[in-house]
């Protein structure tokens, strides 16, 4: 027998239910002929009774029977997390902390310390200080561990070091941080600031040839990006001869930050077109005239870690024989999720839409093949150092040189005349 609790459960969902197949049915038939009504609502009534009596059957069994007492919250937090995770691997529940999280991380700024760090090792490591920030003020270094943040131990919580280190402007926060260099812990106290997160560098790689990463994209990737771009024209006042645009493990981030980079180097045609059920997944995107770098060459360089919007943009740029793209093969993540928030807290990122490159290819599972795929294993992108005494970029990550000289390839060959482009060719290509 169910208790007065389960038979309650049975009646919410299954009322729930009901009511939400009732909405969409009545949605769906709107656009059907009148005589298929009665029959299209007969099962879709039914169905949804029978799902809500199994669902409240073996929510009671473990409630009753499990191993553990297991609290009603923690249950159906994880029944909505898991009827949202088996959609596919890219739609989740996101709590109110994670909902904030997704939030800031598309925002370009937050409140914090202003560091990027990773779990490694069974400990929360430092990738890096942002430039500028309390913790870069304060000297803290990439390599060094965060073992505690106000004095409570952190181990490898990667999660909870991050939420800790958020919070208001203006307050403080102690960090502990062992140093593998010297073995020395040290303590440290900031005071959380605003924290601009810029996505994009830039560097010059020879006189008239630039170098542009972009690690995300989020609200201001496309600000950052004129800016970088103006930059290297200042360094070279010779003008851009060719640009190498890095886009290597590079996940994505915002759908329209990639459209606006796309853009950025095209002067007219789609760039991206997607295909879902309702009419805000189904749009069509396309480029405004003005390119940037003035129609100069340009190379994209792309891994197994280029993803979503990084595929945007080189599907684009390739479709438009805009770019030669060089490297290794892309993730292929060929869908748009929307973040949705929902009425009591929290929001459910789902899946709605499929998107296209401008040939009307779906990269989804499949990824783009680089014009030049690059031999060997995939090597991460070198650092970016700064100094005159600092080693070239170029000199330290093979598929830069790869692009550089490809760029130069392509820049002699439109010099050359007409016969010897074969030659010139020769002359470049390592």
Not at 56 to 74: F, G, L, S, T
Not at 97 to 106: M, Q, V
Not at 157 to 185: E, Y
């Amino acid at each position: 027998m169910m208790s007065t609790r389960s038979r309650t459960l049975v009646a919410l969902v299954a009322g729930a239910v009901f009511g939400f197949c009732a909405a969409l049915t009545s949605g769906v038939l709107a656009e059907r002929p009148s005589e298929t009504a009665q029959a299209a609502m007969k099962p879709a009534a039914a169905l949804p009774w029978e799902e809500a009596r199994l669902f409240a059957e073996v929510y009671e069994r473990v409630k009753r029977e499990y191993v553990d007492d297991v609290d009603d919250h923690a249950l159906m937090d994880k029944a909505i997390r898991g009827m949202v995770a088996a959609l596919d691997p890219h739609s989740a529940f996101l709590d109110t902390e994670e909902f904030e999280e997704i939030r800031l991380s598309t925002m370009g700024s937050y409140p914090g310390v202003g560091i990027e760090v990773v779990a490694e090792d069974s400990a929360v490591k430092i990738l890096r200080p942002i430039e500028g920030s309390p913790a870069d003020q304060a000297g803290l270094l990439p390599g060094d561990q965060i073992v505690r943040i106000d004095d409570a131990d952190i181990g490898a919580d990667l999660a909870g070091a991050i939420s800790r280190m958020r919070g208001s402007s203006g307050s403080a926060v102690k960090l502990t941080v062992l140093r593998p260099t010297t073995g020395q812990t040290l303590d440290f106290s900031l005071r959380r600031a605003k924290v601009e997160v810029h996505s994009v560098a830039q560097q010059s790689l020879e006189p008239g040839y630039g170098y542009l990463r972009i690690t995300g994209f989020s609200e201001t990737t496309s600000d950052d990006v004129n800016h970088a771009i103006a930059r290297l024209k200042r360094d070279n006042p010779g003008g851009i001869k060719g640009l190498v645009l890095d886009l290597r493990n590079n996940p994505g981030g915002v759908l329209e930050a990639g459209v606006a980079v796309a853009d950025a180097f095209l002067n007219e045609g789609v760039i991206v077109t997607a295909d879902g059920r309702t009419p805000d997944a189904r749009f069509r995107m396309d480029a405004t005239p003005g390119d940037v770098i003035d129609g100069a060459p340009l190379v994209v360089l792309v891994n197994g870690g280029s993803a979503s919007a990084s595929e945007i943009v080189a599907g684009a740029l390739k479709d438009h024989g805009r770019a030669e793209l060089i490297g290794h093969k892309t993730y292929g993540k060929g869908s748009v999720q929307t973040v949705m928030p929902l009425s009591h807290g929290g929001a459910v990122k789902l899946t709605t839409s499929r998107y296209f490159t401008p040939s009307g290819a779906s990269i989804h599972g499949k990824g783009i093949v680089p014009d030049i795929v690059a031999q060997g294993a995939e090597d991460p992108p070198a650092d970016l150092l700064v100094g005159k005494a600092a080693p070239s970029l170029a000199a330290r990550d093979k598929e830069v040189r790869l692009a550089l000289d490809t760029l130069k390839t392509r820049v002699a060959v439109a010099k050359a005349p007409s016969g010897s482009a074969a030659m010139v060719r020769a002359a470049f290509v390592p």
